[in-house]
Nanobody, 123 residues
Framework: VQLQASGGGLVQTGGSLRLSCVASGLAFTSYTMGWFRQAAGKEREFVATISRSGDYKSYGDSVKGRITISRDNAINTVFLQMNSLRVEDTAVYYC?????????????????WGQGTQVTVSS
């Protein structure tokens, strides 16, 4: 199983980025997908999750209204559209896959993890 995250980079405050995570080696439509982030010196934080079909989504409190998770099951990819970025959004962003199919906000419940992509927001 491989989860390949991409799309990170350096952006100014108020800017936007779209992260992608391509999954391989698993039955993508059987997995809940999630995004988490970890800033330097801080614990991992839940960002967003999306159900197998894409019908159900949940967001962390710190990103609600600014970030949208989506998925395209035809190409085994989950996306994270991030708008109105803030300096405090700076972190390594990880995608993860959970076989349970439900909405999962706890990272320890996820089975597979990608390598992460760095997002840096400058003031």
């Amino acid at each position: 199983v491989q989860l390949q995250a991409s799309g990170g980079g350096l952006v100014q405050t108020g800017g936007s980025l779209r992260l992608s995570c391509v999954a391989s080696g698993l039955a993508f439509t059987s997995y809940t997908m999630g995004w988490f982030r970890q800033a330097a010196g801080k614990e991992r934080e839940f960002v967003a999750t999306i159900s197998r079909s894409g019908d159900y989504k949940s967001y962390g409190d710190s990103v609600k209204g600014r970030i949208t998770i989506s998925r395209d099951n035809a190409i085994n990819t989950v996306f994270l559209q991030m708008n109105s970025l803030r300096v405090e959004d700076t972190a390594v962003y990880y995608c993860a896959a959970d076989r349970s199919g439900g909405i999962r906000v706890t990272g320890t419940l996820y089975t597979y993890w990608g390598q992460g992509t760095q997002v840096t927001v400058s003031s």
